[in-house]
């Protein structure tokens, strides 16, 4: 599989497009220890993972999260970074803030790509006040990727 943004392409190695389902999928299901093992499989890494991978996953539903109409875009982004404002604040009275705050340390070309695909979406969808379930509908769609995959690695399919 290919993925096209107007000149910038990325390839996706069969182990990294399972790990993107099993991320979206995981998203879609709520299941946080879920979403962060398949961040870490997918090569995103922070350097607040060792010690709360939820945020990981928190920053990522927010990312995802269903499009709306501007006021609900607003109202939603001001939800997720007082949340952030109030972890920034236990973590510093808890000791353990670490220099410089947040920071990621790897994150795959492809899955930067998913992440700036899914913006260009959420603009173009806040823009015409279009609802839709961004994770909801990638992760039907990666079900049924898996699905086929699991059918072609016992035989069932040949290639064309």
Known sequence: PVLLDWGWTASLEEA???GLRNFVIAMSEMDTAGSATALKKLGYV???DHRSPERSVAFFA???RPTGNR???T???QEFFEQRRR????DKA???RERGGRKITSIPKSFMMVTRIFGLLRG???THEVEIPLIDIMASHARLGLLGSSYQEKGNVQEE
């Open 124 to 126: 173009l969808c806040t």
């Open 16 to 18: 990294e497009l399972d």
């Open 71 to 73: 006021e609900a875009m």
């Open 94 to 96: 808890a000791g353990v």
């Open 46 to 48: 922070n350097n607040q």
């Open 75 to 77: 109202r939603s982004r």
């Open 87 to 90: 972890e920034v604040e236990a």
């Open 62 to 64: 927010y990312l995802f």
